[in-house]
């Protein structure tokens, strides 16, 4: 990383990417910007590939973000995609999405330190690094379990009305 008075800012970067719980196997793809469009995309490159196209049902868990938020975003995933199924992370808990600890990874092992020349640059590291990780990684040993997550939910129904209400049986 360089350490100056002045540094010059040359754009930003979307990193957008699926992650297949089973067999830690990440699709990730850089874009200009992020938006329904971009999203789109990525669920096009998933649903395309086997065993996702001809599987009875593909379920993706999505936080809050705005290019896959609310029932619309739903909607239209199940419309083009019969097969597939959002499902969607209450507000404060993407933690429970797998995806976002492969982006803590990311973050610690492909993007820092952050000195990059340009945006091709970092787009080169981070499919680099996903091909290395789809080629190394194991799943990981998720050990929340649905008695963690009814605890979790009453606890936080006692806070906020909103919460949603712990999981039936």
């Not at 830690?24 to 789109?40: K, L, N, Q, S």
């Not at 593909?58 to 019969?82: C, E, L, T």
Request: overall charge neutral.
């Amino acid at each position: 990383m360089r350490v100056e008075h002045e540094y010059a800012r040359r754009g930003t970067l979307a990193y957008f990417a699926a992650y297949d719980v089973h067999h830690a196997r990440v699709f990730g793809r850089c874009e200009d910007t992020t938006g329904i469009v971009p999203f789109a995309r990525l669920v096009e490159q998933v649903m395309t590939t086997e065993p996702y196209a001809s599987a009875r049902r593909v379920f993706w868990v999505v936080d809050q973000g705005a290019s896959h938020k609310n029932w619309a975003a739903a909607d239209r995933m199940s419309k083009a995609w019969p097969n597939a199924h959002m499902v969607h992370l209450p507000v404060h808990a993407s933690w429970l999405n797998q995806v976002e600890i492969y982006f803590s990874v990311v973050q610690r092992k492909a993007l820092t330190p952050d000195d990059f020349r340009d945006l091709d640059h970092v787009t080169e590291r981070l499919l680099s690094f996903q091909d290395r990780y789809n080629r190394t990684a194991q799943p990981f040993d998720w050990t929340f379990t649905r008695d963690d997550l009814n605890r979790l939910l009453t606890r936080l129904g006692r806070h906020d009305h909103h919460a949603p209400p712990p999981l039936t049986t």
